[in-house]
């Protein structure tokens, strides 16, 4: 295969969930007579229950009962319920039928819970939209979550982590990033890391496999709603579908500088033969040898700001690296690999960049 590709489900949703919020007791009660009725593997913790259907394996049914609280959760596997043979990297797209993906839910939660419980019974309260893209060496999706860890723009206290309380979690850390954000949460993963973590069979289809995902969460689905008056969330759904790719474009324009990742010494090169001025060069060369360990863009900028002295002078020094169609961010100096540049993300994504800046 080429360098990169996208898979040819392209832009979608993978996983969306449906939510009862508020129920009183003896409603709790009736639908768990409904769920323990159905064959399923079920899985209990503190305060709540998971049933991963047998009948219909794209639904995952959670039970919260907390003392003065209490709802259930339905998670929906999207493609799976079109196509139940479908593998764990494939996506619900915008060629797929939602009306029949409504019918069909519709169908199965009317089946487990009985007729009152159909698809408009329930909210809407997570949509996560995705994008796999598809590498050409075993070590790039690592890589790229590492480039889009130190690239981009987000306050430290939106960061999440995995507490680094065993191996496992540190090794989840390294092959994920994820923020808070005021729609929910972006995350970027190495998607074959995460399914031999949770041990699923899966189909290599590459390399290497990222994935991205854009989460929105029950506020954000709800606003959506009321602002462009739909009233069922099959409506919804397919709002959501068909503008996963311009979401996807927003997103990225609004948190990464355009142009490709080179290594620390290529970078020196082309800022060095370039007709950037003889101060804005030498702006440039102290934010690349002050970028290099530092793994957040927050602390890069920080950082760049403390040396120039001035938070004009880093404005003006980014857009020169804009100029120059380079990343103000470095390949990391363990990223031995021989590669002097890798593709920016706009380049995965085949986002435009034609509307770029000017230097001087």
Known sequence: MTEYAITKDGFGIHTFELRIPYMKKKEMDTMEEHI???????????????????????????????????????????????????????????????????????????????????LDRFNLSRIDC?????????????????????????????????????????LRNKHSFRIKTDFGKFTAYDKYFQLEDINENFEVVSDA???LELEYDRQHIHDTMHNNNM?????????????????????????FHIGRYYTFKTMRKIVENSDLKKCEKKHALKHIESQCYLDYFCDVVKKSKKKLKSDRACYK???NFAYLDMSPISLSYRDKHGDDSVPSIYELLGICTEDTYTAG
């Open 36 to 118: 323990h009725s159905e064959p399923a593997n079920t899985f209990c913790y503190k305060d709540n229950c998971e049933h991963v259907c047998t009948k219909y394996k794209c639904l995952r049914i959670c039970l919260n009962q907390k003392k003065h609280m209490r709802y259930i959760r339905v998670i929906v596997t999207a493609n799976r319920v079109l196509y139940p043979q479908a593998d764990y990297l494939s996506i619900l797209n915008e060629n797929d039928e939602i009306d029949l993906l409504g019918k069909k839910l519709n169908g199965m939660l009317t089946d487990i819970f009985g007729d009152e419980y159909g």
């Open 130 to 170: 995705c994008v796999n893209v598809m590498l050409s060496k075993d070590f790039s999706a690592e890589r790229y979550v590492k480039l889009i860890s130190r690239s981009l723009k987000c306050p430290e206290h939106s960061i999440i982590e995995y507490d680094e309380d065993s191996e496992t979690n540190k």
């Open 209 to 211: 496999l990222l994935r």
């Open 231 to 255: 009233h069922n969330n099959t409506d919804a759904l397919e709002f959501y579908l068909h503008n996963s790719r311009s979401n996807f474009e927003k997103f990225i324009s609004s948190r």
């Open 317 to 319: 020094m980014l857009l």
